[in-house]
């Protein structure tokens, strides 16, 4: 940390000297020796000798000097009370010393800041940050929120405490107050990145806390609008671009999204990048381009949730059913309860070998009442009048149930509504989906 000072001080220092030259006529008066008097130190004295200790403690890292320029800067202070260069500095060395010395006072840097004149106040870090920075490696955010709380009552504009209560709120994952507190971040500094980059963020912790994501489209256009800002400013930051474009996609504004992820995965080249650009490439029906990067991915030893089925959908847009089944029958191998995983697995084996629908489901386990309901619906001998999409809640289970509904149309030999049931299956935007993915590629490769 260094203070900016505007003004070099100058000073005229005279020296006045009196010399009696006693002269007279016809004598010679031996001269007399002017006593020496020394000057007294000035304000500007002590508040060049404290620069230059605060200057030599940045230089060495050594407690002594930064508690030496704390007490000439003081000396300084009282010389010139209202000196606003001296008052910053003296108050920005005491925050310093106060927080390395074991025995700080919180109260004595509270008063030296309440003394500041106003302009100077709004800008330094108020008082309370001194016990924030002791404590924020180790404490939690109960014991932390308290001493923002503070420190905001001490200085309510200070965007960087409103970005830090934020960052602690979202740690106890109470979402709509960490929104609330990096609004007022944003407010206060509105082109700071790393505000706007936290706004964002904070609005993807509302967005992630709800059973739907893809419904959120006002936030998810307010996510976006805040990291697309912070990206602008920031281009070197692979998890605001990241971010961004994971917004895109749950949009179903898939060219955006894959600006975005491929900004991302070319900073920083991870599984979580390169199964976010992967989405992109399949919401774009690039099968190809996803297959690639996927086998890029497991060639750096990069794990991702589903390579196979990646490969699986690659080989599937081109027409190999046959290698696309075996593909995918290696994901069931990770996760053989998985009923998804095993439903897709059948309808790509019935697809491969050009047989009715075989639906071998013992080992799956079914978790939850929606998944109840497909499997029944999708064992009865003779389909249900009423289908799946009659009792989904919202647009993810709308996506399920069309994919699903679609599927048993394809067993019983209705392929016009197979292929209605998927268009519909697509058009709910859930493109994180591996239905939504699957949708696009029966109904562009599989016969109908």
Known sequence: MKNKYTNTLSRAVTIAATVLALSSCGTNAPKQDTPAFKKPLTAFDYFDMGAEQYNRWEQTEQLMPLLLAEKLFAKSLAMQPDNINIQQAHYDTLMWASFWKNDYSEQEVEAAFNALNPLIRQDVSPPAKISYARLSGDASADTLIPILFRAIQQQPRNAHTWKELSEQYAEKEHDWMAVAAAEHAVKYALDDPENNQRLAYAINGVIESRACNFEQKPLLKRSAYYGAKAAAADKENADTAGLVGLQYLRLGLHPLAH??????????????????????????????????????????????????????????????????????????????????????????????????????????????????????????????????????????????????????????????????????????GATWFQEHFWAGVLLKALPM
């Open 259 to 428: 600006k975005f992820a491929a900004q991302a995965y070319s900073l920083e080249q991870d599984a979580w990048n390169g199964s976010l650009l992967i989405d992109t490439y399949l919401n774009l029906n690039k099968y190809q381009e996803a297959a690639e990067l996927a086998q890029t991915l497991l060639s750096n030893g990069l794990k991702y949730a589903e390579p196979y089925r990646d490969f699986a959908l690659y080989k599937a847009s081109t027409g190999h059913w046959d290698e696309a089944s075996l593909e995918y029958r290696e994901l069931v191998k990770k996760d053989p309860e998985n009923i998804y995983y095993n439903l897709i697995a059948n309808w790509l084996q019935s697809i491969s070998n050009d047989t009715p629908l075989p639906l071998m489901l013992e080992n799956v386990q079914l978790n939850n009442d929606w998944e109840e309901l497909l499997y029944n619906y999708l064992t009865a001998e003779k389909a249900p009048a009423t289908t799946p999409v009659d009792q989904a809640k919202d647009v993810c289970e709308l996506a399920d149930a069309h994919f699903y509904t679609a599927m048993r149309f394809w067993r019983d030999g209705d392929k016009a509504k197979t292929q209605q049931h998927l268009k519909l299956a697509r058009k709910q």
